[in-house]
């Protein structure tokens, strides 16, 4: 059974720094995007950043510039530093993988259990 294992969040004062991380485990062929997500109370999920298994990135217009999403594809985990974090930047963050149980071109999507980051003073 594939599982996706979050780790990082925590509480960080407003321009300070956190790194999140996401671990795939299980039996699986390939993984192919990987990304975060965050939702902030009472709003909706949005994408932060996501990356491709050559190491294409795209982010969030909101994150340019302070966020960084980096894999390491040996240990199937991506990670997401977060930098000059404000906030706005308050959310639950999820780490989201498509990833092929076989050879097969079909992939299945999978989510993390979601770790909290608060940004205050």
């Known amino acids: 059974q594939v599982q996706l294992v979050e780790s990082g969040g925590g509480l960080v004062q407003p321009g300070g720094s956190l790194r999140l991380s996401c671990a795939a485990s299980g039996s699986f062929f390939s993984i192919n995007a990987m990304g975060w997500y965050r939702q902030a109370p009472g709003k909706q999920r949005e994408l932060v950043a996501t990356?491709?298994?050559?190491?294409?990135?795209d982010y969030a217009d909101s994150v340019k510039g302070r966020f960084s999403i980096s894999r390491d594809n040996a240990k199937s985990t991506v990670y997401l530093q977060m930098n000059s974090l404000k906030p706005e930047d308050t959310a639950v963050y999820s780490c989201?993988?498509?990833?092929?149980?076989?050879?097969?071109?079909?992939?299945?999507?999978?989510w993390g259990q979601g770790t909290q980051v608060t940004v205050s003073s």
């Open positions: 989201n993988a498509k990833i092929r149980p076989g050879i097969s071109i079909i992939a299945y999507e999978y």
């Open positions: 990356i491709t298994s050559d190491g294409r990135a």
